[in-house]
C-alpha cells in the first residue's frame, strides 16, 4: 500500500511566485525576442556614442541622453513584447492545465509569471546599466560629470516604468490575444508619455464634452511623465525628493492595480 | 468500499463562436470511482471525457451538479492536493529537464524543497526514466513525456491519479509500458482513473469502467457486469478421427477447420456439456475450449448503434 504522507495545506503565495518566477525566467531568457531587442539597444548605444564625436561642444549630453533613451526603449520592449506573451503562451501549449490542477490558484500563476518577468526585466536592466555606464566612462571626463543622482534615480525610474508596462501587458493578455496585448500596451505606452499634451489638447477644446474626457483620459491612464527625467538628466538639474517618493509608490500602486485586476479578469476566463 | 470521487448530476455548458452560444457539453452525468480502483473513461472523440476531467480537476465549474474528490468540492484546494493528473496531451516547458519539472509541479503541490528533492530518485525509478532525469524535455520521446507526465501527476503523493487519454500517439511497445505502469501504481493501492476511446487498453486493466456518449453517461460499473452480459457462448476446438461427422453435430451454431483440427462454437452451458460428452465418448483430442464474451468493444458499438438509430427515428 502507498504511504499517505500527505500535503493539505495549500503553498503559500511566496513559494508559489518562486517555482513560476524561476521557471519563467529560464524560459525567458531562452527567448529570441530578448536578444534581439537587447542587440537593437547595443546598436542604439555604439550609434549615440559616435554621434556624439561628431559634436564638439556637449558630446556628453548626447551620450546622456542617447543611452537614457536606450535603456528605457529596451526596458520598455522587453516588458511589452515579452510580457503580452506570457499567459497566451501557457493558454496554448496547455501548461497552465497542469500548474492549475495543483492547490494554487490563478490570481498567484499570473502573479508567478509577473515575479518571472521582473527578474528578465532586473537582468536586463542591470546589463543595459552597466553598458550605458562603460559607455559614459569611454567618452573621457564624461562619467564624473555625466553621473549624478538625477541619473541614478532616471534609470531607477526606467525600471520602475517597465514594470508597469510589463504588468499592463500582462493585464491586457488575460482577456485578449498576444498581439493586441503589444499593441493596447504599446498604446499606453505612448500616451502614457505624452499627458501633460493630452491635458493641454484638453484645455484647447471647444467642446466641454471633448474636455471631459480628454481629463478623465489624463487622469485614469497611467503617467509615464512622472518617470521621464531625460532633461533633468542631460542638463544635470537637481531633483525634489518628493518626486522620487511620490512617484515610487504611484508605480507600485499601478503595479498593484494592474495584477490585482489581471487577477479578477482571469479567474473568469475559461480554461 | 467508500467512493473518492463523486459526480452528482452535472451539466457542463461552455460558450463559443462570435455570439458566445452556450454550448451543452455534459448533461446529467453521474459516477462513482471506489476507492482503489482503476476505473476506465471510455468514449469516443468529443463525447465529453476530457470536459468532465477538467471538472474533476477543478480546473473548470459544473454549470449544474457538484463534482466531490473525498467529499470536498474539486475546485477547492484541499480537493487538488490529493488529484494528480496527467493532462491528455503533456505539454510541459520544454527547456526543463525531468527533474526540473518535478521540482516545479511539486513546489506547486506545496511540498517543501527537502521533500521534493527525497522524492524525486524514488519516482523517476517508478516510471522509468531515473536514467534520463538531466534530459530536457524537448529532446524527449512521446513515451518519455507520458512517463515524466505520470510522475509529476504522482509527485505529492496523490490518493487518486486523473489520466486523460495516457496511451494516446504511443507507438505499441510504448502503450505496454504505460499500462504495466499504470497496474504497477494500482497494485501500490493508488484509486486511478483513465479515459481513453481504445477499448482493448481499458479492458485489459480497469475493473470499473463507464462509457460517455455525447455529453451522457450510457453505462456504469464493474467491469464484469459489462463483460457477462449477452449469450455464453463456447469454442471448441478439437482433433481426431472422423472429422467429417461433427459438422453435422446440431449443438454447433458454427464449425469450420483448420491445420490442426476442428473448431466450432456451442451456446450455453448445456451444449458445451453434450458435446465435450460426446468428444470424449469418440476419444477425440480436445485443443481448448474457450468462452467467448461480449467485448467491451461490442457493447460500445452496440450502443453507439442503438443511439444512431434513435437519432436518426426522433428526425
Redesign the interface.
Known sequence: ???????????STV??A???G??TF??VI?DKILYNVILCAFVLFFMGFFASRLNFLHPERIVLDFGLLTVNLSCSMIAILIGAGLIPKEFE???I????????SKQQFVFGKFVGLMLVLVLNWCLQCLSYLVLLSLSSETLVSGFSWTLTWALFFVLIQSMMLGCIAILFSTFTTTSLSIVFTLGFYLIGNSISQLRLLGTRLQSGMGRAVMEGAAAVLPNFEHFNLGYKVTYGLPLERSLVGLSTLYGFFVIALCLALAGLLIRRR?? | MGTVLDVIGVDYE??SGFWMRRKKVLSSVSLSVPENSVFGFLGANGAGKTSLI?LM????KPSEGKVLVFGYEAQT??A????G???E?????D??TAE?VL???G?????SRA?VRERIPNILSIVGMDHAKNVELRHCSKGMLQRVGIA?AMI??P?ILILDEPMSGLDPIGRKEIRELIVHLAS???TIFFSSHVIPDVESICDQVAWIQKGKVMGCGPIGSFLAQGPLRTEIAFSGPKLEQWSQFPEFISIRKNSEGLRGTVEGQVGVDRVLFQLMQEKAKILWVTPIRMSLEDLFTKSTEQQKEETYDKK
Do not use: C, D
Open positions: 500500500m502507498i504511504k499517505n504522507e500527505r500535503w493539505f495545506h495549500s503553498p513559494s508559489v518562486r517555482a513560476i524561476k521557471v529560464s524560459e531562452r501549449r496547455r501548461t492545465y497542469v500548474a492549475l490542477s495543483r492547490p494554487i475559461e480554461i | 461552455f460558450r477538467h480537476t477543478g480546473l473548470r484546494a484541499v487538488r492536493s490529493k488529484v493528473y496527467l493532462p496531451r503533456p505539454y510541459f516547458h527547456h526543463l526540473g521540482k516545479y509541479y513546489a506547486l503541490a506545496g511540498m521533500q509529476q505529492h503523493h490518493e501500490e493501492g493508488r
